[in-house]
């Protein structure tokens, strides 16, 4: 095996290991805690992205490693978390022999995973024994950002406790390594108390700039112009290790890890391979869980009150079920309400469906109608033959009834695609394309109109005088009618495909917002952290108007915590 590029004594410094997603970050991190592993050393991994229980494996993703590593939460889970669980995950971690990954990826907000780390870092400070631990933060910036904008909330005092940690760590035994893939957004006060610097492939100038508060207060300016100069180019898996207080400055390319990838992404058109992990022994563990837990309720007044009052309102609910309990009349009454709901909207919806099979045969009909309708004259009709042998009677010439005004008619329309103007034709395709109706200003936004222009009101205007549309501005919607002259359209893709589809129609903006939520389905992210992670200002009128776009076209939810819709998703 190669000569592995940090030396051991440097396994102890507070390490900052940098670099752009696929760059080998992650790995080259890893190949550094097997290695305090196969000593015995103790490991904890917060990780946001569910990408580290691989060390429990060897690298062919079969046989079990030697590595005693609990996992906490996740689809790999030994034992399940939730965000209320922090700290109580955080006194057991601090008294318990094994390392720990807590997998946070199941949490769905990133305001529940800020809520998690502040409790737990709070506890395992406060109940640390001063034997030695590494604390290895994934994705850091996520607990120490550069900027925070809510200067009261959790993000805040989750900063500060990680700059306790990282500063003062060293008394309680704990050493912090630093791992991100975007040091412009990585606190520069946590940054700044590293001891050396592990950076991978980096090609953003902000990213590269944000290193240079590191460098002006460790190494030398002119070493680390040159460092800066070269991250651009780097090789997956290549680096540059620079520990000043060791002498140490080099290019270097990582070894392989002993243990499975599992922050491997899979290559386009190959399977994701599923993997399940063996299980511990975790007897002694949930024991101490269990103490722990019996511990901290005994000594939370708090935490009492709260058990008491939730008992009681309990109560209250269980008293008030009793006595305001609705008799059968009533159930039976409100379900066949449900029953009658569902199948008109269902008969709404399959009639709809119908017309649009039949509208190439519908042309007839129309205008048989109108014919019935207005009194004109059918088209002759070819004659019976006589079946009988009647002899015929005598022809004589027939006197010429007076002649009559033939009434007015409604021309009639093709229903196979009747001549409509542009903007009526879009409306009716895009009321065809969701039978349930849409609001006014979404039908603006789907047909690219301005919700008062005139062009815009004209359409809707002459479709609802042709009986084409029924409905007021909260919800219009196409009528029989509409889909006949309308003719074919093409119907809403289905499933992932309609995510690409509104990707491919929205703006930029909207785009950057709606693919960002998408990527974290179904979790959801702040206001501020979508802006950061889309590129714009959290106040600027462009993003803040994409969002609402978004929000009118019911592609996402919420205000303060944002989610991509699971409509995109079906």
């Known amino acids: 095996m190669s000569r592995h590029p940090i030396p051991d004594a440097a396994l102890d410094d507070r390490l900052g290991i940098v670099g752009m997603t696929g760059s080998g970050k992650t790995y080259g991190a890893g190949t550094c805690v097997e290695r305090i592993l196969a000593k015995r050393g103790r490991v904890i991994i917060p990780d946001p992205l569910g990408v580290w229980w691989g060390l429990r494996l060897l690298s062919d993703g079969r046989t079990t490693s030697a590595l005693d590593v609990v996992v906490f939460g996740g689809p790999h889970a030994d034992l399940p978390v939730s965000p209320q ?44 024994t001063g034997e030695p631990v590494h604390l290895v933060f994934d994705e850091a910036d996520l607990w120490a950002p550069e900027r925070i904008l809510d200067r009261e909330g959790d993000a805040t005092k989750l900063h500060g406790m990680m700059q306790t940690v990282v500063r003062r760590g060293r008394v309680k035994g704990l050493t912090s390594w630093l791992i991100s893939q975007r ?28 290193l240079g508060a590191w460098i002006e207060g460790q190494a030398d300016k002119a070493e680390g112009a040159a460092m800066l100069g070269g991250l651009p180019t780097k090789a997956r898996g290549e680096a540059v290790v620079w520990l000043p207080a060791r002498g140490i400055l080099a290019d270097v390319a990582f070894p392989p890890k002993a ?39 005994a000594n939370d007044p708090k935490a009492l009150r709260a058990e008491v009052a939730d008992l009681k309102r309990r109560l209250a609910s269980n008293e008030a079920a009793k006595i305001n309990m609705p008799d059968a009349t009533a159930l039976a009454e409100a379900e066949r309400r449900g029953y009658d709901a569902g199948y008109a909207a269902g008969v709404g919806n399959g009639r709809a469906q119908v017309l649009v099979l039949l509208a190439p045969y519908s042309k007839g009909l129309v205008e048989t109608m109108d014919r019935l309708r207005t009194g004109a004259a059918a088209p002759p009709i070819s004659p019976v033959e006589s079946r009988g042998a009647m ?79 029924e409905g007021s501005g909260d919800r219009l919607r196409i009528t029989d009618r509409g889909l006949a002259d309308l003719g074919t359209f093409e119907p809403l893709p289905t499933g ?41 200002e959290p106040s600027g009128g462009g993003f803040n108007n994409a ?15 944002l989610r991509a819709s699971d409509a995109l998703f079906g």
């Open 547 to 561: 969002l609402s776009r978004l929000r009118t076209l019911e592609l996402i939810e919420g205000r303060g915590e």
């Open 259 to 297: 243990t499975w990838d599992s922050s491997r992404s899979p290559k386009r058109g190959e399977k994701r391979t599923s993997i399940d992990l063996p299980p511990l022994d975790l007897g002694s563990l949930k024991e101490r869980l269990a103490a722990v837990e019996a511990e901290t309720k």
């Open 183 to 210: 040091p412009a957004a990585l606190s520069k006060s946590v940054l700044s108390q590293v001891d050396g610097l592990v950076a991978f492939r980096l090609t953003a100038s902000q990213d590269r700039k944000a």
């Open 85 to 128: 669980h922090g700290a109580l995950i955080g006194e057991t971690v601090a008294g318990m022999r094994e390392s720990a990954i807590l997998d946070l990826s199941g949490f769905e907000t990133a305001a529940s995973e800020r809520r998690f780390m502040l409790a737990f870092l709070d506890a395992l400070y406060r109940k640390a």
């Open 391 to 469: 002899p015929a009677a005598p022809c004589r010439p027939a006197t010429p009834a007076p002649a009559r005004a033939a009434a007015p008619r409604t021309p009639s329309v093709a229903a196979a695609g009747a001549t409509l103007p542009k903007a009526e034709r879009l409306v009716l395709t895009v009321l065809a394309q969701y039978p349930d109706g849409r609001a006014k200003n979404q039908i603006a936004i789907l047909t690219g109109y301005a919700v008062d222009g005139g062009g815009f009101n004209n359409a809707i205007s002459a479709a609802r005088s042709a009986g084409r549309l």
């Open 496 to 536: 992932r495909a309609l995510l690409q589809h509104w990707l491919g129609k929205l703006g930029k903006a909207e785009r950057a917002a709606l693919s960002g939520l998408a990527e974290i389905h179904p979790r959801a992210m702040s206001k501020d952290e979508l802006a950061a992670r889309a590129g714009y």
